[in-house]
């Protein structure tokens, strides 16, 4: 293959370049399948053998990138005028993480893997109340029920904290590793840093500019859903001490993270006597995780979308299993570059929330599907926020009293024209949409910060809970120290995952959802709206998807929108009628909170052992 650059001789052959092209997208549908397989089998299978066999796959990948990206310097594609196949030779030249020499290379993917092991593995002992104390559980499903289910004050702090001392705590040394030989192969790729790297993917002009004005135009929605939560949370903790700073405790909300309060409904929903309780009328009707994908698979192809492949049942992991092995948990949608392997990989429980994230992983197999012809280069994302859009739009029509009506998972006695009733909805749809909003802007504030070099390993906690503190007014429930490192007890940290792309797609989805509710036909509020069967609707999405990230961004946002940019006035839209309700809810409280937590809250900044070497000289 290097041969034809070289005879031909001139760099500018554009015929010679496209069989190149041709010859390197060949090869990369072999390379790239049998390194997905290995990371497959690792994350389905998690044992000291199946990392081995993912490293070295990993090896084998980043020397193909390495040799592809010599071989790109036989052309001068930066002057092509043909824009595909300049974009094509863009993307082959870069090469990310693959660009470090292999010793190198193998340190940063040992340092990754130690934290997704850590992660993955880690179980919380001693819980309140327990017998035997050597009893430990996993996030999956025990801690994640017990942060959604439980009012006890005790036992919320001893799931959110003991999984913070089984995941965060161990990681900072591999972490401080990762983000320096990180940013060591950005600067080789010619990026300041890292986070300029993963910014450069959006291929936007003052990219954190642009995110900071979205965040600035929601923040007023986010604060009076905070007062209203934290006004009905300190009447469930009647006694139990908020900061004066107006942060809400953060193990209070219904979530780990506290990034999704949707297991509040039942204290925050307006008319508490008109529930939306999904999950009940699935365990009631038998639901099972296949039929919750059949479900899903339905919604898809009732707009004219693709089926799965039928490999696609047969090679997915849908439940968590229960042979006793480790895997990772975490939901996630694989793509083969084969063209024929699509799998997901997820612990299904029988719940509206997964009936949710089946959604989304459905979405991002159907973007897997539509751009499947693409050149392997172009089989992303128009941009990473896209592709976790596609399947949080459908899952707006679903959600909708009218759609849960049609598919039985309403209370018959229910009128899904009901305003109280509506107004419910809208409620359990801020209580997952607006309360991400600081959560899904603030995770990459962070990183950003620490790749420029402007956070050190010392004040990463800090760091991380001044922007907690201020953006999402949320406060540690107990005490936190720089020995902690909380950003690492959230998945996609020592998964190395970025996160910008969430907040992106929470404000692009109603963007999508207004534009196909119009070519759907519907008239009437935006939050009523179902596009379920609306071909016109699904030809729309088909044609964005299918560009994959051959376009910028702005070309495939035009395919479906008619405009060319991010703007958070559907979302607003949306909520309208809930906005004007909260209102009124809260005009007695002070909406929002001061920048810094309270001084009892996350200001013991000390690391620990200088209280422990006080301790033992005054005793
Ligand atoms: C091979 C690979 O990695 N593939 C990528 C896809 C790709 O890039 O092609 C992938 O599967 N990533 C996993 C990730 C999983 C989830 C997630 O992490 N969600 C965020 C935020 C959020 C929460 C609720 C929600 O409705 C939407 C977003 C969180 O949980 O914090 C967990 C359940 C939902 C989505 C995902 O699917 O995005
Ligand atoms: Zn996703």
């Known amino acids: 293959v290097a041969s034809i650059g070289s005879s031909f001789g001139d760099r500018n052959n554009i015929t010679a370049a496209k069989i190149w092209l041709e010859e390197y997208n060949t090869e990369a549908e072999k390379v790239r399948p049998e390194a997905q397989e290995a990371s497959w089998t690792w994350n389905t299978n998690i044992t000291d053998y199946n990392n ?42 870069d090469i990310g993480e693959s660009v470090l020499p292999t010793d190198k290379f193998q340190q940063i993917t040992k340092a990754k893997s130690n934290m997704q092991s850590v992660y993955s593995k880690a179980r919380v002992c001693n819980k309140p109340g327990d017998q035997d104390p050597s009893k430990c559980y996993p996030l ?52 300041t840093d890292n986070g300029d790297y993963w910014r450069s993917w959006y291929e936007t002009e003052n990219f954190e500019k642009q995110m900071e004005e979205l965040f600035i135009g929601l923040k007023d929605l986010y604060k009076l859903l905070h007062a209203y939560a934290r006004k009905k949370l300190k009447e469930r903790f009647v006694g139990h001490p908020f900061p004066d700073s107006g942060q809400i405790p953060a193990h209070l909300l219904g979530n780990m993270w506290a990034q999704s309060w949707g297991n509040l409904f039942t204290l925050l929903a307006p008319y508490p006597g008109k529930p939306l309780d999904v999950t009940e009328m699935m365990r009631e009707q038998n639901y099972t995780t296949r039929k919750m994908f059949d479900l899903s698979e339905k919604f898809f192809t009732d707009l004219g979308l693709d089926p799965m492949p039928p490999k696609f049942y047969n090679d997915s992991m849908l439940d968590k299993p229960e042979d006793g092995r480790d895997v990772v948990c975490h939901a996630s949608a694989w793509d083969f570059y084969n063209r024929k392997d699509f799998r997901i990989k997820q612990c299904t429980q029988v719940t509206m929330d997964w009936l949710i994230t089946t959604h989304h992983e459905m979405g991002h197999v159907q973007y897997f599907l539509q751009y499947k012809d693409q050149p392997v280069v172009f089989r992303r994302g128009a941009n990473p926020g896209f592709h976790e859009a596609i399947g949080d739009v459908l899952a707006l029509s679903v959600s909708t009293p009218k759609h849960l009506k049609k598919i039985n998972l309403l209370r018959p006695n229910q009128n899904p024209d009901d305003e109280e009733l509506q107004l419910n909805f809208l409620m359990n749809q801020a209580l997952k949409k607006i309360a991400f909003i600081p959560f899904g802007y603030l995770i990459d504030q962070w990183r950003w910060k620490v790749f420029k070099g402007e956070t050190k390993k010392d004040e990463y906690n ?125 005009k007695n409280e002070t909406l929002g909170w001061d920048d810094q937590c309270g001084r009892i809250w996350g200001n013991g900044m000390r690391t620990k052992s200088i209280f422990i070497a006080i301790y033992i000289i005054f005793h």
């Open 140 to 191: 999956n499903p025990t801690l994640e029920n017990i942060m959604a289910k439980s009012t006890d004050w005790k036992e919320l702090a001893w799931a959110w904290e003991g999984w913070r001392n089984e995941t965060g705590r161990k990681m900072p040394d591999d972490y401080e590793k990762f983000v320096e030989l990180a940013n060591e192969a950005a600067g080789m790729n010619g990026y």
């Open 462 to 586: 800090e760091d991380w809970w001044n922007l907690r503190c201020k953006h999402q007014g949320v406060s540690p429930p107990v005490q936190r120290f720089n020995t902690d490192f909380d950003a690492g007890s959230k998945f996609h940290v020592p998964n190395n995952t970025p996160y910008i792309r969430y907040f992106v797609s929470y404000v692009i989805q109603f963007q999508f959802h207004k534009a196909l509710c119009k070519e759907a036909g519907h008239n009437g509020p935006l939050h009523k709206c179902d596009i379920d069967q609306s071909t016109e609707a699904g030809n729309k999405l088909a044609a964005m998807m299918k560009l994959g990230s051959s376009k910028e961004w702005p070309d495939a946002m035009e395919a479906i929108t008619g405009q060319r940019k991010m703007n958070v006035s559907d979302l607003i839209e949306y909520f309208a009628p809930l906005e004007d309700w909260l209102k009124k809810e809260v």
């Open 52 to 93: 081995r066999l993912k490293l070295e796959a990993e090896k084998k990948k980043s020397e193909f990138d390495k040799r592809s990206y010599n071989q790109t310097l036989n052309w001068d594609w930066k002057n092509f005028t043909e824009i595909n196949a300049k974009r094509q030779f863009y993307k082959i030249a």
